[in-house]
């Protein structure tokens, strides 16, 4: 069992609506959290992260963290088409830079 | 500023030999880490570095092997090529405050192995 799971997709969503992404992890010393997102053919980019549960907030982006549950969730609001990539999921532990990822999620943002 | 500069950004081995992967950090960016990334597997951590040592490895056998130089580059090198060794190799760098950690990495383009 991966430490880190993401519904690998596609996940098709129309422009202008909501995406929801979803992730679970295993590991209960995970303490921060983070997404990514990889457009095709480049290498991935931070776009958000959390450590405290509850919502995050940041621009159309929102990310949500239950501890209890061990879920992490990316909403993006007023989707775009330039929205249309993979988003990876990444957990580590406070004191070093190794992240654990989730194999992505391939979000379509539909015109 | 410039980013993460790796190379080379493509290559082609044959099983058995070995390769060496270079990268440079951003500038002011003291730690640098190496991942995997393949199709089935997606990105998996293989070790990092900061100030020349190794801090943290994943797990890959030992024919993965990697170091830093004082100027923050680092290099990895991978011996005995194995046809599942092809993948793209990301380095990524981070700020790594006071010795610390963020999760924020910049990653470089890759460089994509293919052994045959």
């Known amino acids: 069992q991966k430490e880190v799971e993401q519904n690998s997709g596609p996940l098709s969503v129309p422009e202008g609506a909501i995406a929801s992404l979803n992730c679970t992890y295993s590991d209960r010393g995970s303490q921060s959290f983070f997404w990514y997102r990889q457009y095709s053919g480049k290498s991935p980019e931070l776009i958000m992260f959390i450590y405290s549960n509850g919502d995050k907030e940041d621009g159309r982006f929102t990310a949500q963290l239950n501890k209890a549950s061990q879920y992490v969730s990316l909403l993006i609001r007023d989707s775009q088409p330039s929205d249309s990539a993979t988003y990876l999921c990444?957990?580590?532990?406070?004191?070093?830079?190794?992240?654990?990822f989730g194999t992505g999620t391939r979000l379509t943002i539909i015109p | 500023k410039a980013g993460v500069t790796q190379t080379p950004r493509y290559l082609i081995k044959t099983r058995g030999q070995q390769v060496t992967l270079s990268c440079s950090p951003i500038?002011?960016?003291?730690?640098v880490s190496w991942y995997q990334q393949t199709p089935g597997q997606g990105l998996q951590f293989l070790f990092e570095y900061f100030s020349e040592t190794q801090r943290n490895k994943g797990n890959f056998p030992g024919r993965f092997s990697g170091r830093q130089f004082s100027n923050s580059r680092s290099e990895m090198n991978v011996s005995t090529l194995e046809l599942g060794d092809s993948a793209l190799y990301l380095c990524?760098?981070?700020?790594?405050?006071?010795?610390?950690?963020?999760?924020?990495?910049?990653f470089g383009e890759g460089s994509r192995l293919t052994v045959l």
């Open positions: 990524a760098s981070s700020l790594a405050p006071r010795g610390g950690s963020t999760g924020e990495l910049f």
């Open positions: 990444a957990a580590n532990n406070f004191g070093n830079e190794k992240l654990t």
């Open positions: 500038s002011g960016h003291r730690s």
